[in-house]
């Protein structure tokens, strides 16, 4: 598969990782098929500078979010929510529309809203499919997730990690799993 990357840019930017990109064109040699790949103009943006470069660092790419309002809970909900659906093919605009209804509706009575365990698995998976510098992401849609957020002990807890233990190593032939527990505090 060749790449050519669109660019609006006369001069490249000293920063690879600039995202003044429009697009990358895909030739796929086998069928012929030319697509313009434009995910990346979803991702956040990394804070680089004319003179510096700071796409190698791991964390300090987006910042602390810090406070934010209902609105933008709810703005970020909204979006994430579009596009776990556009994935569902079964999915009716009646079912779309109830779940954002939900959605609203708790983001501003407390702030927040509770994920479904699918929205969490497809959240986690989309984590893993776009985080570059993962050797193991060829495996992100293999991505399996348990829901432990109801357990309230230290010995429930003990026994979900050992029953996640048990699936993940599946007598040494390794699976991905994700397990998602209660969040500190709750």
Known sequence: MLIEKIT??????KCPFAQTDLGVKLTNYTSGKRIT??????SE????SEDSCKGS??????????????????????????LYWS????????????????????VMRIGTYTMKLEEMEFGAKMAWRNASRCIGRIQWNKLHAQDYRHITSTKEMFEAICKHLE???????????????????D
């Open 8 to 13: 609006d840019f006369a001069v490249p930017p």
């Open 87 to 106: 994935t569902m093919k079964t999915a009716s605009p009646e079912d779309l529309s109830n779940r954002m209804n939900e959605i609203t509706e708790e």
């Open 57 to 82: 660092l791991m964390t300090g790419q987006s910042g602390d979010p810090g406070y934010r309002t209902k609105g933008e809970i709810l703005d970020e909900a909204l979006k994430f929510q579009e």
């Open 45 to 48: 943006k990394i804070r680089c």
């Open 37 to 42: 790949d434009v995910l990346h103009t979803r």
């Open 167 to 185: 699936y993940a190593t599946n007598g040494g032939n390794i699976r991905s799993e994700r397990l998602f527990l209660i969040k500190s505090g």
